[in-house]
């Protein structure tokens, strides 16, 4: 991807200061942003689709994709930095962070990362460098807050550095070539390569990192002896590798024991289970590197394994359930009875059969040993796990099948304090498919469907759960685990609860917003812009989402959803499926959310996504900025006075396609010559009948000093006229009432993705506390419209994004109703009761609340 580089080159040379002159210039500039970020998001949405399995793609495919959202990205930076003189230089060097990673896996070159991560700061784009076992791992406790050990990984380059330090590169490579041929040599070369491995040594630098491991390890834990796990590039993603690479367990914390430990499971990589298994599914298997976690050893009470379908129930209905006192080793080598539980996937809390055994023995860490010896007589027959446990272990399988869309393999382990630890997560390998064919026909005549072909899939797949009707954000709080969101937009905001959330249904949304994007990452199954959902559902009723077939229907389809449980295992296992979803790791995970927060800055950006996010949070406040500059606005354009019938007291400055031809020769226009689409929908709520009062109100004293002493800082650098710079999409509004300021800023196109509201509310005449109901006011209208509100005394920051036309012109229509209703109305906001009164008011239209003369 060189040309990503020669285009950088070029487009950083031709960046001027100087370019930034004019709003017209900024516009431009922003429209560039948005036009780069709309293609680029448009590009993840395309690689999400292709891993649906429904698309066949080629290496040509990936590397032409990675180019085109590469120069994207690229374009969106420089874009930025143009408007904003340089002032977020860093995103180049972090996009050129991200853009090598894709380029060493596209070419197949991971070797140039740390030799050492620490679990609990392993991220999804780290899959390569430690490993399926270890990336899962990490996985689980960050996005569902599971418990797992503490630990560290050598990771993948420590792998690649101790095969290079022991010059065993050509070994290997003539074993692939074996392999491949069917050479009667294999077994040999095998056993010389493991042999060499054994007696090789750690080179100094992963000696000394091992050892540093080491002494932070017993900073946290102790000398609490460790496991040492294998953890394959392709390990417990679409194939298993269950039982083939060895695990070491009760190892000592000391260098020479974790040395040996290591070298016993990388050479595990070249052992005769795994050579089958090359055998079965590919030579690629060998070009595999060996990452490596030293976990904690946990003491247990009981260990065991979840199946969250049961293999040997043909209706796919329950979970199954095994335990044994001690270490789960007696279960995954299946050399000791074990106690049986079956659950119901229906209900969790349903235990349906138990099946105890005489356990005689069970296995415990002895020394730097594991050792088996004999159970206490009075635990023998009585079951190792209480009915609480088995419901939590059913829960927790049921959550995690539903964060991996698969049936899960799930190793656990609950200690002599009774906390739940997960020790393993992999798929479910089962041996049939139960159902071939997804039974549509009989299903739409058996079960009542609520919507049917309404909006637009954003994430494919099958789910079932209550329906959770989010009203506004803190809603989110109370979001029950394995519910289907429901609400009237889409928001990135939704992330909170993806890991818990069934499905996502929403009445407004793109298939192209970052929350689309976030449901692509996550897998969770949605459906946006349907409408009218919110209204054909109700609270707490169970629903199924088909977003495969885009399907609502009433009541769990229990036909559907055996079918995605069988389904989900014809997965493509091909090379370029797998680099895919890899390289997406690198580009879709959106960690900058919010953009209120302290960490809504460009060093905190780890994706493309977040760099995309990032770009069009800041272009669009530098329209903002720039508009509040109205001085410059008047030196820099041509005016035009906006006659109205109302005193609004508008300069309108045309940007481009503003103002319909015809008036470009007047000095005054009229809202017939206005254009623009956002402007006006605002003008259509400021002139509606009722708003405008006309009469002067009567201030108190106490109100009038207090307009006497306002600090002059939050005043326009131009104070003696609103400004409205417009183009046909475009809207920069800056209105002085008084002593109170509004701004709004506005996108408002047909394209979705490129949308987005600001509205900006300061100051008023009265004391701080009428002020500050007027605010608390605003905020509870701005609320009700689904609006992101934050306040700070009187002053009032609302915004929204990525909403249709139709929804957007709705929103600003309101919004001028809003500044026409409020002007003014501090004075009245005597008590709180005049907020509820105000509310209620605005929200049905009886908007003389104060008995004044209004203009009708």
């Known amino acids: 991807m060189g040309i990503i580089k020669k285009l950088g080159a070029v487009l950083r040379r031709k960046q001027s200061d100087q370019e930034r002159i004019s709003l017209r210039a900024v516009f431009a500039r922003f429209r560039a942003v948005i036009d780069s970020n709309t293609k680029a998001l448009e590009l993840i949405a395309d690689m999400g689709d292709k891993l649906s399995g429904d698309y066949i793609f080629d290496m040509a495919y990936i590397r032409q994709v990675s180019r085109d959202l590469s120069e994207a990205v690229f374009r969106s930076i420089h874009n930025l930095n143009v408007l904003c003189q340089n002032k977020y230089d860093i995103l180049y060097q972090k996009f050129d962070q991200i853009n090598a990673q894709i380029e060493n896996l596209i070419e197949g070159n991971i070797k140039n990362v740390s030799l050492i991560m620490w679990l609990d700061e392993v991220g999804p784009e780290a899959i390569d460098f430690v490993g399926g076992k270890m990336a899962h791992l990490a996985e689980i406790k960050r996005r569902l807050g599971f418990s797992i050990p503490n630990g560290f990984i050598l990771t993948s380059s420590a792998f690649y550095e101790y095969i290079s330090f022991n010059n065993l590169e050509k070994e290997i490579k003539n074993f692939k070539k074996a392999l491949e041929n069917r050479d009667i040599t294999l077994e040999e070369q095998r056993k010389k390569i493991q042999k060499a491995i054994l007696e090789g040594r750690l080179s100094p630098s992963l000696e000394k990192n091992l050892s540093d491991a080491l002494l932070r390890y017993k900073e946290i834990c102790g000398d609490r002896p460790l496991v040492v796990r294998s953890s394959a590039q392709e390990e417990d993603q679409e194939l298993s590798f269950a039982g083939l690479f060895k695990t070491i367990i009760n190892v000592s914390p000391a260098l020479p024991a974790l040395s040996q430990a290591y070298k016993q499971v990388i050479a595990s990589l070249f052992g005769t289970k795994a050579l089958e298994y090359a055998k079965r599914f590919g030579s690629h298997l060998l070009d595999m590197a060996m990452a490596v976690g030293f976990l904690e050893l946990i003491e247990a009470r009981t260990s065991g394994v979840i199946f969250t379908v049961n293999p040997q129930d043909p209706k796919l209905e329950t979970i199954l359930i095994t335990a044994n006192w001690g270490l789960g080793i007696a279960i995954v080598e299946g050399s000791l009875p074990v ?256 953009p209120l927060i302290k960490d809504f800055r460009p060093e905190a950006c780890k994706t493309f996504h977040d760099i995309l996010r990032f770009c069009h949070e800041k272009a669009v406040q530098e329209l903002i900025n720039i508009g509040k500059d109205t001085k410059t606005l008047l030196d820099k354009h041509i005016t035009k006075k906006l006659k109205l019938a109302i005193p609004a007291g508008i300069l309108v400055i045309d940007l481009d396609g503003g103002l319909i031809d015809e008036a470009q020769s007047k000095d005054e226009v009229t809202i017939e010559d206005v254009n623009c689409l956002p402007f006006k929908a605002v003008l259509r709520g400021m002139l509606t009948p009722g708003i405008w009062q006309t009469e002067a109100v009567q201030m108190d004293i106490k109100d009038f000093i207090s307009s006497m002493i306002k600090t002059p800082d939050i005043t326009p650098r131009y104070a003696g006229e609103n400004l409205a710079a417009i183009s046909t999409y475009y809207l920069n509004l800056n209105l002085r009432f008084g002593y109170h300021f509004n701004i709004l800023d506005t996108y408002s196109s047909p394209n979705v993705r490129e949308n987005h509201i600001y509205f900006r509310f300061l100051g008023g005449a009265t004391d701080l506390s009428k002020r500050s109901r007027r605010i608390r006011l605003i905020e509870k209208i701005l609320s009700y419209y689904d609006f992101n509100v934050i306040t700070k005394g009187d002053l009032l920051v609302a915004r929204l994004s990525n909403l249709p036309l139709e929804e957007i012109e709705r929103l600003l229509e309101m919004i001028g109703r809003l500044i026409g209703f409020t002007r003014q109305l501090d004075v009245f906001m005597e008590d709180d009761s005049s907020i509820e009164r105000a509310f209620k008011g605005f929200i049905s239209g009886k908007y003389n609340i104060r008995g004044q003369n209004v203009i009708s």
């Not at 298939?511 to 449901?519: D, E, Q, R, V, W």
Request: proline share 6%; net charge neutral.
């Open 339 to 594: 106690d049986y539980f079956i659950v119901s996937r229906k209900d969790p809390n349903h235990i349906l059969q138990k099946k105890i055994s005489e356990k005689t023995h069970y296995f415990v860490p002895q020394k730097e040993e594991i050792v088996e010896t004999y159970l206490p007589e009075d635990i023998k027959r009585k079951p190792c796990l209480v009915d609480e446990e088995i419901k939590v272990l059913a829960k927790a399988g049921l959550s995690l099948e539903r964060y991996f869309k698969r049936p899960q393999d799930i190793e656990w382990t609950i200690d002599d304090k009774g906390s739940l630890y997960i020790l393993q997560s992999r798929p479910l390998q089962l041996l049939n498919k139960v159902i071939e064919v997804k039974p549509l026909p009989e299903i739409k005549q058996k079960y009542q469907i609520i919507a049917e072909k309404k909006g637009l899939i954003a994430q494919g797949g099958i789910a079932s759960g209550p329906v959770f009707i989010a009203y506004n954000l803190e809603d989110l709080d109370k979001f029950p685990e394995g519910a289907v969101l429901v609400a009237r937009r889409d928001s990135s905001h939704f992330v909170r609860i993806m890991p818990k959330a069934a499905a996502i249904l929403t009445d407004i949304g793109s298939p192209t917003s970052h929350m689309a994007t976030l449901c692509r990452e996550f897998r969770v199954p949605a459906i946006v812009g349907m409408g009218n959902i919110t209204e054909l559902v109700k609270p707490g009723e169970v629903i199924t989402v088909d977003a495969d077939d885009n399907y609502i229907y009433r009541d769990r389809v229990e036909e559907l959803l055996k079918f995605q449980a069988a389904s989900q295992l014809d997965l493509a296992h091909t090379k370029e499926f797998r680099l895919l979803r890899k390289i997406l790791h690198l580009v879709a995970p959106l960690n900058l959310v919010d």
